[in-house]
């Protein structure tokens, strides 16, 4: 069973770009989280999607970050217009409906964001 | 809203000496605690997950504690190693707004040396 999956693991953009990050949940997970960590910071909650809805938009900057969870295919964080404050690692985390331990969440590897 | 402090902050012992690494949570409406690992430049590493209704988990040698009551957990690690150099983080589990979401605390960062 594959772990969480990210990518692409670094990507590099000139301010003003867009940047994609994407996430594929573990099997039989519906649900997705995303986190960031800047530099020198703890990480910090963004978004909880689950399939074709997003339930907690607390965490996201108000302007250029928009997330989605399509019924198929991975889950996308999208930055439009980067800045080089969105430097930041970027993780991903999944975890399922049900079951024991449905709560608990499991972690990608992470997208290293840099921005020039 | 939650909050997670770690102490301390950051930690150099010896190899071989056994460890306590603190966090504290405001709070205790929660779902569960977990401590990860974090080495530099990569990803976390999920170490032990203490369900809120549970009181320790143990794996290896690492244990760790969950007071509730007090918002407080600790991790353990006994005879450390260099391999164990590391960040280590806790982050508790409650569910806020439309779901759950885990707050992270800052980080341990552990040196053991030779």
């Known amino acids: 069973n594959a772990g969480v999956m990210q990518n692409p693991r670094h990507l590099v953009r000139r301010r003003g770009q867009e940047a994609r990050l994407r996430c594929s949940p573990m099997k039989g997970h519906s649900h997705v989280y995303w986190y960031r960590q800047l530099p020198e910071e703890g990480l910090k909650f963004m978004v909880y999607l689950q399939k074709e809805n997003i339930i907690d938009e607390s965490g996201m900057p108000k302007e250029r970050f928009s997330a989605e969870f399509p019924k198929e295919g991975p889950s996308i964080l999208r930055i439009q217009q980067v800045v080089r404050g969105d430097s930041a690692a970027y993780f991903c985390a999944s975890s399922r409906d049900r079951g024991p331990h449905y709560n608990e969440q499991f972690f990608g590897p992470g997208t290293r964001l840099t921005v020039l | 809203k939650q909050e997670v402090t770690q102490i301390p902050a950051a930690l150099s012992v010896p190899e071989g000496e056994n460890l306590v690494l603190n966090c504290s949570f405001t709070d205790s409406a929660i779902y569960n605690l977990q401590w990860f690992r974090q080495d530099p430049g990569k990803g976390l590493t999920s170490l032990l997950l203490i369900q809120s209704s549970q009181r320790e988990q143990t794996s290896g040698r690492l244990n760790a504690s969950l007071d509730k009551s007090s918002g407080r957990s600790t991790l353990y690690i006994a005879a450390s190693q260099p391999g164990d150099s590391a960040t280590y983080l806790c982050?508790?589990?409650?569910?806020?707004?439309?779901?759950?979401?885990?707050?992270f605390g800052t980080g341990t960062q552990l040196k053991v040396e030779l």
């Open positions: 982050a508790s589990l409650a569910r806020t707004g439309g779901g759950n979401k885990l707050t």
